[in-house]
């Protein structure tokens, strides 16, 4: 009895201060599990001097800094040293044009990524202009030639966006059967892959999705491919390009294949809410609640017990590092 009163099933899960909202309902959804979830936020624990024992989720590397995220890259070594688990490596963390570059140079992706700020300029049509850094989204339709371009490259500049933070995506995505657009997504955590929900919108940038546009054999469909995925081979083989153990990977489905949009470092998952996997569709609802039942379990795997206790994550005679 002392021996498993002296160890505990323990998940940190590291974000920015202002975007810790998006694993709230996850303390209580992992407590039946034996699992404690502790939420910490980078300005808090890249200054300190210890941190418990436990298994580590580092997210929301767009929103740090470099230095901040070389700090956390040396805790990162610190904590694999001590025999931690530890999920995503800041060290190995490409920001979103340097991803979307290099899964079209390895050919995972067929399209590209323009960077006006290096002098780079679309070659194929139609592009969207869109913030890089932040999650901040797309500020433009699409275009369809350079003139329209340009307009919209000096629309955004006069509104105050900074050139180093735009890019021209190719766009890249063909209407499913229905005509509609759709928007996959998967989670990785850890060697776990689990399927999100597909998005499906009549917009051509599908986001939150609209009721009605899905048919019935499409959410049928959704639910079978939680036993059997097509895409995992896909989805592991972009988180590996990325050097990433964890957030969701957007992609779209094109002629040319699976094409991979963005990997989330830290992904809104669920509120919590008692009505959150209601759904006027039957299996759009099973498809939700074994979605939820699925990362419970992938997180479970990766939480094995530890003795109570804490990490020194420097030496007190070190400087505290600004950050």
């Given at each position: 009895?002392?021996?498993?009163?002296?160890?505990?099933?323990?998940?940190?899960?590291?974000?920015?201060?202002?975007?810790?909202?998006?694993?709230?309902?996850?303390?209580?959804?992992?407590?039946?599990?034996?699992?404690?979830?502790?939420?910490?936020?980078?300005?808090?624990?890249?200054?300190?001097?210890?941190?418990?024992?436990?298994?580590?989720?580092?997210?929301?590397?767009?929103?740090?800094?470099?230095?901040?995220?070389?700090?956390?890259?040396?805790?990162?070594?610190?904590?694999?040293?001590?025999?931690?688990?530890?999920?995503?490596?800041?060290?190995?963390?490409?920001?979103?044009?340097?991803?979307?570059?290099?899964?079209?140079?390895?050919?995972?992706n067929t399209f590209g990524?323009?960077?006006?700020?290096?002098?780079?300029?679309?070659?194929?049509?139609?592009?969207?202009?869109?913030?890089?850094?932040?999650?901040?989204?797309?500020?433009?339709?699409?275009?369809?030639?350079?003139?329209?371009?340009?307009?919209?490259?000096?629309?955004?500049?006069?509104?105050?966006?900074?050139?180093?933070?735009?890019?021209?995506?190719?766009?890249?995505?063909?209407?499913?059967?229905?005509?509609?657009?759709?928007?996959?997504?998967?989670?990785?955590?850890?060697?776990?892959?689990?399927?999100?929900?597909?998005?499906?919108?009549?917009?051509?940038?599908?986001?939150?999705?609209?009721?009605?546009?899905a048919s019935e054999a499409?959410?049928?469909?959704?639910?079978?491919?939680?036993?059997?995925?097509?895409?995992?081979?896909?989805?592991?083989?972009?988180?590996?390009?990325?050097?990433?153990?964890?957030?969701?990977?957007?992609?779209?489905?094109?002629?040319?294949?699976?094409?991979?949009?963005?990997?989330?470092?830290?992904?809104?998952?669920?509120?919590?809410?008692?009505?959150?996997?209601?759904?006027?569709?039957?299996?759009?609802?099973?498809?939700?609640?074994?979605?939820?039942?699925?990362?419970?379990?992938?997180?479970?795997?990766?939480?094995?017990?530890?003795?109570?206790?804490?990490?020194?994550?420097?030496?007190?005679?070190?400087?505290?590092?600004?950050?």
């Open positions: 009895m002392q021996a498993s009163v002296n160890r505990v099933r323990r998940l940190i899960y590291v974000t920015t201060r202002d975007h810790a909202y998006t694993f709230q309902a996850w303390p209580a959804l992992l407590a039946p599990t034996g699992i404690e979830v502790q939420r910490f936020c980078y300005e808090q624990w890249l200054p300190a001097a210890r941190t418990p024992v436990g298994t580590y989720v580092l997210t929301d590397f767009d929103r740090l800094s470099v230095s901040e995220l070389q700090v956390a890259g040396e805790l990162f070594q610190t904590l694999v040293a001590a025999g931690m688990t530890v999920l995503n490596d800041p060290r190995q963390f490409r920001p979103r044009a340097f991803l979307l570059k290099q899964l079209q140079h390895s050919g995972i990524c323009h960077l006006p700020a290096a002098g780079e300029w679309p070659d194929r049509f139609p592009v969207f202009l869109r913030t890089l850094a932040g999650h901040r989204g797309v500020l433009s339709e699409l275009l369809h030639d350079g003139t329209a371009c340009q307009q919209a490259l000096e629309a955004a500049l006069a509104q105050g966006f900074t050139l180093s933070d735009l890019a021209f995506i190719t766009f890249a995505a063909t209407p499913s059967a229905t005509g509609a657009f759709q928007k996959h997504a998967a989670y990785r955590i850890g060697d776990r892959i689990v399927r999100a929900v597909t998005v499906n919108q009549r917009h051509w940038m599908a986001k939150v999705g609209e009721l009605g546009v499409q959410y049928r469909e959704e639910l079978t491919e939680m036993d059997h995925y097509p895409h995992a081979a896909f989805v592991h083989r972009v988180f590996d390009a990325a050097g990433s153990t964890f957030g969701r990977l957007d992609f779209g489905l094109t002629d040319a294949g699976p094409q991979a949009y963005e990997i989330n470092t830290n992904p809104h998952m669920g509120s919590g809410a008692p009505d959150e996997l209601m759904h006027p569709n039957a299996d759009r609802s099973a498809t939700m609640q074994r979605i939820r039942r699925d990362l419970i379990e992938a997180f479970g795997a990766q939480v094995p017990p530890h003795p109570r206790g804490w990490i020194r994550l420097r030496d007190q005679r070190r400087p505290v590092p600004r950050v």
